[in-house]
């Protein structure tokens, strides 16, 4: 019997992307979804581009795509920033691709981190010694919200892993000694709730497809998605044979879907 599927939550880099280029045969993969579910939303941990850019990005190479049908981490940060510190000062350490989204949405970016009321830990390129040393006089100064756009330490590039923003929260974490009190982006709660209020359907009619096992799988199966791994990104075998999470299928790539929503 074929499992009927309403929508599709969909991971970019790694899945879709690698770097700056399609996936082979991703966009075929994109094209037997939208042919057999009414909804598709692209949820990525890459806080660096906005909705609109990677919606631009992805028409220019062909795969069907609107603003809104694209959720990033910056975007979950944004509103939780929205909802838990509207009115405070806020000291980011994140690149100005990350930075400009949050002056876009009128958020109260401060340069001094003794004047802020809360640090917020991006991507970042440029990290260094100095970011870990305003992360401590924020702190010493009365900050109290320490806030990260997710949680991935590593992320793929076509050259193989390098640096993600989990690893500069890590950095700010340890140096301050404390937890965030959250980190946005997948597997979070905060994440899925918005992906499931723009879906506006049943979890457990959705597939969730994605490359990381502790992110994406995680994600899909803390709200009850059919979960998919692909093995175009980040997670191995040997990552899959330890994983507390298990996938309901794995694939080679995002192009062999049609494989699932025919089973």
Do not use: W
């Not at 000062?89 to 004047?115: M, R």
């Not at 709660?189 to 992906?195: K, M, P, R, S």
């Amino acid at each position: 019997m074929t499992a009927a599927y309403r929508a599709a939550v969909v991971d970019l880099d790694g899945t879709v992307l690698s770097g700056e280029s399609l996936l082979p045969g991703a966009a075929d993969g994109l094209r037997a979804l939208r042919d057999r579910v009414e909804r598709i939303l692209f949820v990525t941990n890459n806080p660096t581009r906005s909705p609109e850019a990677y919606a631009e990005h992805l028409r220019d190479m062909g795969v069907e795509a609107t603003p809104d049908e694209i959720l990033t981490s910056c975007d979950a940060t944004i509103a939780y920033l929205r909802a838990h510190h509207a009115d405070d000062a806020l000291f980011a350490i994140a690149e100005e691709s990350v930075t400009s989204q949050f002056e876009n949405a009128n958020l109260d970016l401060v340069e001094d981190p003794t004047a802020s009321d809360a640090v917020v830990v991006g991507y970042d390129r440029g990290f260094g010694y100095d970011d870990m040393t305003a992360a401590i006089r924020a702190f010493d100064a009365g900050a109290t919200g320490f806030v990260g756009t997710d949680p991935d330490h590593t992320v793929p590039s076509p050259d193989g892993p390098v640096p993600g923003s989990g690893a500069l929260v890590h950095a700010v974490s340890g140096v301050v000694d404390r937890d965030p009190d959250a980190i946005l982006g997948k597997p979070s709660a905060e994440t899925a709730d918005i992906a499931l209020d723009r879906l506006g359907v049943n979890p457990g009619a959705c597939l969730m497809v994605g490359d990381r096992l502790n992110t994406d799988v995680a994600f899909g199966d803390a709200v009850g998605m059919t979960t998919v791994l692909v093995r175009t990104g980040i997670a191995t075998d040997a990552d899959l044979a330890d994983s507390d999470v298990a996938p309901d299928y794995v694939l080679d790539g995002l192009r062999d879907i049609a494989a699932v929503l025919s089973d």
